[in-house]
């Protein structure tokens, strides 16, 4: 599973370096040349489920366009875990997640684009297990890495900000990851 990992984020990285260089150039020509600051955008996502499992996932980004149509970024995660044990077999599953990410998006149309994400979560849990006489209690971490691809529509809100929504795919799916096929995102991007 690491091998495969290393090869998709290997693969990404390639993506996020060389395809600006093959973009053609007269996208960076329209208009004044803009600074550094200009290009950066802000934003992310907020989710929130409640019931048998809780799960809040504060997830802040931030960006660089590259030209008008490719975006790339960073991104942080956090997310509190929660699953009730609600046959007693144990106790309440709780964990906290943490994380980032790198991005790149593209802009097919004006509100449809394809996104490509590797993402590396790290967090904690509590492993229960019998010896025979007595439960035992091991905390245990795990390390998960995903591989999504995807797309999603946006709806700018202004000449650089927008609102969007996405459907991605994790190519790294598992019995071990925290998400399950699709994953549904949304959230905004703030820029210039």
Do not use: C
Not at 38 to 59: A, E, V
């Amino acid at each position: 599973m690491r091998r495969t990992a290393s090869i998709y984020f290997t693969l990404l990285f390639f993506i996020l370096v060389l395809i600006p260089g093959l973009l053609p150039a007269q996208e960076f020509q329209q208009g004044p040349e803009k600074r550094f600051v200009d290009k950066l955008f802000f934003g992310g996502g907020l989710g929130l489920q409640f019931g048998t499992i809780t799960l809040i996932d504060i997830s802040p980004v931030v960006g660089y366009r590259v030209t008008e149509k490719l975006e790339t970024g960073i991104g942080l995660t956090y997310k509190y875990y929660k699953y009730n044990d609600y046959y007693n077999l144990g106790s309440d599953l709780k964990t906290n997640i943490i994380g980032g990410s790198i991005f790149a998006r593209y802009h097919i149309l004006e509100n449809l684009f394809a996104h490509v994400e590797y993402e590396s979560l790290r967090y904690h849990y509590d492993e229960y297990y019998s010896t025979g006489s007595y439960p035992v209690n091991d905390q245990r971490t795990a390390v998960y890495n995903s591989i999504f691809v995807g797309g999603g529509y946006r709806q700018r809100i202004s000449s650089g900000s927008y609102f969007f929504l996405m459907a991605l795919w994790n190519l790294n799916d598992s019995a071990y990851s925290p998400y399950s096929n699709p994953v549904l995102r949304m959230g905004v991007m703030i820029g210039r």
